[in-house]
């Protein structure tokens, strides 16, 4: 089975600091991660994806996660978060053997003025 | 290139009556898949289309749900009849990729279609 935890219903935080969105999954095989982002009244977006290769990945918007295997997380990281960064955060999970993409519950990121 | 279309953005019914949820996915996508969030909790798979043939509904949850593509292009889901316990959003999805199991089959998700039984 695959399952993805985000332990994080909700995170405040004030404008230009920093942000880390937790994410961490369950999987017995080799596994696909991804982040995506729904903006209020839109659909979900993708904002980065980890396939192989380097476990530091560079996403859209200044985002980036880390893939850390031994810990089996893939946190999302902002240094410096924007008032448009207001959104929800949802940590995605595809291993093997599975056809689907399996989601964690989602985290909003509110930032404060 | 048009996005992931959704019809209607929401719906309000009452428990016991019909809707009928629409998506129309990008134009060459093989790959559609419905998903559903109840409020709060995860984003759910429903069902999964290859052109118009059902590849996996393991995840619909009773037969008061169900989903067509029509040749292979837009799909509906209808739910017959309504119960509370359907209120969420339910989200379409689409992909190019022959092999649904690649990281490169990323989905590309439509607004959604919020769904309010009452």
């Known amino acids: 089975a695959q399952s993805v935890t985000q332990l994080d219903s909700q995170v405040p935080v004030f404008e230009e600091a920093p942000v880390e969105l937790r994410c961490n999954y369950s999987?017995?095989?080799?596994?696909?991660l991804f982040w995506y982002v729904q903006y209020p009244n839109q659909g979900l977006q993708l904002l980065l994806k980890?396939?192989?290769?380097?476990?530091l990945v560079k996403g859209i918007n200044g985002f980036e996660a880390e893939f850390n295997k031994s810990q089996t997380s893939f946190h999302l990281r902002k240094p410096s978060v924007h008032i448009s960064d207001t959104a929800e955060y949802f940590c995605?999970?595809?291993?093997?053997?599975?056809?689907?993409?399996?989601f964690g519950t989602g985290t909003k990121l509110q930032v404060i003025p | 290139e048009a996005g992931v279309t959704q019809f209607p953005s929401h719906s309000v019914i009452e428990k016991g009556q019909t809707v009928t949820l629409r998506c129309d996915p990008i134009?060459?996508?093989?790959?559609l898949y419905w998903y559903r969030r109840v409020m709060g909790k995860e984003i759910k798979f429903l069902l999964h289309?290859?052109?118009?043939?059902?590849?996996?509904e393991s995840g619909m949850p009773n037969n008061r749900f169900l989903a067509e593509r029509t040749g292979g292009t837009y799909s509906t889901l209808k739910v017959q009849p309504a119960e509370l316990e359907d209120s969420g959003v339910y989200f379409c999805?689409?992909?190019?990729?022959?092999?649904?199991?690649?990281?490169?089959?990323?989905?590309?998700f439509g607004a959604g279609s919020r769904l309010t039984v009452l």
């Open positions: 980890y396939l192989s290769g380097s476990t």
């Open positions: 134009s060459g996508h093989d790959n």
């Open positions: 289309f290859v052109k118009e043939s059902k590849q996996d």
């Open positions: 999987s017995s095989v080799s596994v696909y």
């Open positions: 999805a689409s992909s190019q990729a022959r092999q649904a199991y690649s990281g490169a089959n990323v989905l590309t």
């Open positions: 995605a999970i595809l291993s093997g053997g599975y056809q689907k993409v399996t």
